[in-house]
């Protein structure tokens, strides 16, 4: 499955690697900022290009990617726009650092997805970003019925299971009648998304791993 947030938090990182971090002089800022920069340099773009394509002015961009500010939600949603990647992407230079995210209950990270519109909530739960797979774990969140339920396909592979309420869930030309404790793995590539919401609140963890292009 695939929402302006209104509430952004951030997963808090556990483990010692974050102490390591600071120890090499590499933030969060300073992370995001040395990602920002490689995938603007690597797609030709001048500071003044991406600035107008992410609705910043050139000396906020400045800030950014010498990691002399830390960027909202939305300023990294619209830099990860300008640069044909996914948000999670721009955390890179900093989960190469470190070896676990724990996110407390109730404070994965709001994120804006194709579903969002379609009334399902996305929680980001941590983010893991390889040389070959990026991995993606979500909360989804359904608490309301639409006339139209969303269909998805993307590259990749991935898992649902089901936690509350009860779906009917289509993948191809397959539907699966989901239960509390039922899951589905499935290649991302065919159509799929939920074809009847039985019964709500609906909560589902989907984790989605896909191909990471190092080109």
């Known amino acids: 499955m695939s929402r302006q947030p209104t509430t952004a938090r951030k997963p808090s990182v556990s483990t010692a690697a974050p102490a390591r971090a600071q120890r090499d002089g590499t933030s969060l800022e300073t992370a995001i900022g040395l990602q920002v920069r490689e995938l603007r340099n690597r797609l030709g773009m001048t500071v003044v290009d991406l600035a107008r394509q992410a609705d910043l002015s ?29 948000v999670t992407a721009l955390f890179r230079k900093f989960e190469e650092q470190r070896d676990a995210t724990f996110v407390k209950a109730g404070d ?5 997805r194709r579903g969002t519109k379609a009334g399902h909530d996305y929680a980001l739960l941590g983010h893991s970003i390889g040389k070959q797979l990026a991995v993606e774990p979500y909360l989804i969140t359904v608490t309301e ?17 089901l936690l509350e309420g009860a779906v009917d869930y289509r993948h191809g030309q397959k539907v699966y009648e989901m239960e509390p404790g039922d899951s589905l793995f499935f290649d991302a590539e065919a159509p799929h998304g939920p074809e009847a919401l039985r019964r709500l609140p609906i909560r589902m963890l989907s984790i989605m791993v896909h191909q990471h292009d190092t080109e």
Not at 60 to 77: A, F, R, V
Not at 156 to 161: A, D, I, N, S, T
């Open 145 to 161: 019925m639409k006339e139209v339920n969303p269909t998805f396909q993307h590259a990749g592979f991935e898992f649902l299971y």
């Open 58 to 86: 050139p000396g906020m961009l400045s800030k950014i990617e010498n990691g002399q500010t830390s960027p909202s939600l939305s300023t990294l949603q619209n830099l990860a726009r300008a640069l044909n990647t996914p």
């Open 108 to 112: 994965g990270l709001a994120i804006d």
